[in-house]
């Protein structure tokens, strides 16, 4: 059973950034899909980006290419979401997933492994 642990939301005037990290229970991160999805009330769960064991890339929804950046830190079984130019869109439950799916990674349906999700607010 792998635990995932988000941290890093908050309120953010538009135009600000945030930095969203997902910590994992263990080493999975080479061999896992892992990505980060957002819910915004009223709304279904989209993916926003996602790392792929399949052929190492970073996928991004369109919405947030060029904008937002996925990176991670194999040392300390961590992803990290950097989150710039911030609009009022973005606003959403953001929430991080893992699973040793192969299958596209930024389908949110593929994933068995969720983190309890971090609020993030765009408001002036």
């Known amino acids: 059973q792998v635990h995932l642990v988000e941290s890093g939301g908050g309120l953010v005037q538009p135009g600000g950034s945030l930095r969203l990290s997902c910590a994992a229970s263990?080493?999975?991160?080479?061999?896992?899909?892992i990505g980060w999805f957002r819910q915004a009330p009223g709304k279904e769960r989209e993916g926003v980006s996602c790392?792929?064991?399949?052929?190492?890339?970073?996928y991004y929804a369109d919405s947030v290419k060029g904008r937002f950046t996925i990176s991670r830190d194999n040392a300390k079984n961590t992803v990290y979401l950097q989150m710039d130019s911030l609009k009022p869109e973005d606003t959403a439950v953001y929430y991080c997933?893992?699973?040793?799916?192969?299958?596209?990674?930024?389908?949110?349906?593929?994933?068995?492994?969720w983190g309890q999700g971090t609020q993030v607010t765009v408001s002036s």
């Open positions: 263990e080493s999975i991160l080479d061999y896992f899909s």
């Open positions: 790392l792929s064991p399949r052929d190492g890339n970073a």
């Open positions: 997933a893992t699973d040793p799916t192969t299958s596209w990674c930024l389908d949110h349906t593929y994933y068995g492994y």
